[in-house]
């Protein structure tokens, strides 16, 4: 009877041992390039540029630094979205083996494609501030070629802000954000408690005093391991839903012609507005009405 006795709490202690083991933690990051250090002009910012190959190098430098940051903390799965232009920026053979790379566009959560409720925080690199914000470097929300801005709820919101939101849908938090100045002050701004990297100061839409490729990856990395720590107090971002929108567009054929679109409708001449369930709904729409080849 004693030995049986021992095997049943020997068992019940092992089950219970299990059981506390904690999940493994999951963290998002999303990636853009004009807010990576030294980054300023067209010249880095696409195949064209003389600069991209080299951007293209310090933007997965600063990836990998974000990385290793985090897994100092001990995070166990890391999703890494590419989210500049074509979707194919990061360098993919200079990441660790074990990290999963989403690539390419369209597609339907957008610089957010893969966040769900099995993570515990998001990651923000290489963020710019939104297109009304004086001298920001190469200010802009989703698209710089077709957009004037995005709206919900009546706050005019960077694509930080904007992502922001659409990982609170899924209860995600953001935990840190790098870029210039600006784009770092307006995330903090609706995540006070997210650690930031600000590795350039912001002189105009083409202008800043940037710090050195090597200085910029070790304030991520060393920002990544303090963000870590905070993981059990951080809280998402949510909105307001239903979420009103207002969508700015460069060119007044284009405002005319998302008016078609069932829900949005014209608010002037440049701009369109509707009320949507959520930001996944919201995120789609945008997808569709900014890369529509239209004449």
Request: proline fraction near 5%; include cysteine.
């Amino acid at each position: 009877m004693i030995a049986r006795l021992s095997v049943v709490v020997f068992f019940s202690l092992s089950v219970l041992h299990v059981q506390a083991q904690p999940r493994p933690r999951k963290v998002f990051i999303s990636a853009d390039m004009e807010g990576i250090t030294g980054v300023v002009q067209p010249a880095q910012l696409g195949p064209e540029g003389f600069e991209y190959g080299r951007a293209r190098e310090w933007m997965t430098a600063e990836v990998n630094a974000a990385i290793a940051g985090i897994r100092a903390a001990g995070a166990a799965e890391i999703v890494v979205c590419d989210s500049h232009g074509n979707g194919q920026s990061v360098l993919i053979d200079r990441l660790p083996d074990d990290v999963r790379i989403v690539r390419g566009f369209p597609r339907p959560l957008e610089m957010m494609q893969g966040i769900d409720e099995s993570f515990a925080a998001a990651v923000f690199i290489g963020y710019h501030a939104s297109e009304w914000t004086a001298n920001a470097v190469r200010g802009h929300t989703i698209s710089s070629a077709r957009l004037l801005g995005v709206k919900l709820n009546g706050m005019e919101v960077s694509e930080g802000i904007y992502n922001a939101a659409l990982a609170g849908q899924f209860g995600v938090p953001v935990a840190f954000v790098s870029g210039d100045r600006l784009a770092v002050t307006q995330v903090q701004r609706i995540a006070p408690a997210a650690e930031g990297a600000i590795v350039k100061e912001p002189y105009g839409y083409h202008t800043a005093m940037t710090l050195t490729p090597a200085r910029g990856q070790a304030l991520i990395r060393e920002g990544l391991s303090r963000a870590m720590g905070k993981l059990g107090s951080l809280q998402p971002y949510r909105i307001r839903t239903p979420i009103e929108l207002e969508v700015g567009f460069k060119l007044t054929i284009d405002a005319e012609r998302a008016a078609f679109v069932p829900g949005l409708s014209r608010s002037d001449a440049h701009n369109v507005k509707g009320s949507f369930k959520d930001m996944t709904e919201i995120t789609k729409l945008l997808q569709v009405l900014t890369s529509l080849e239209l004449p």
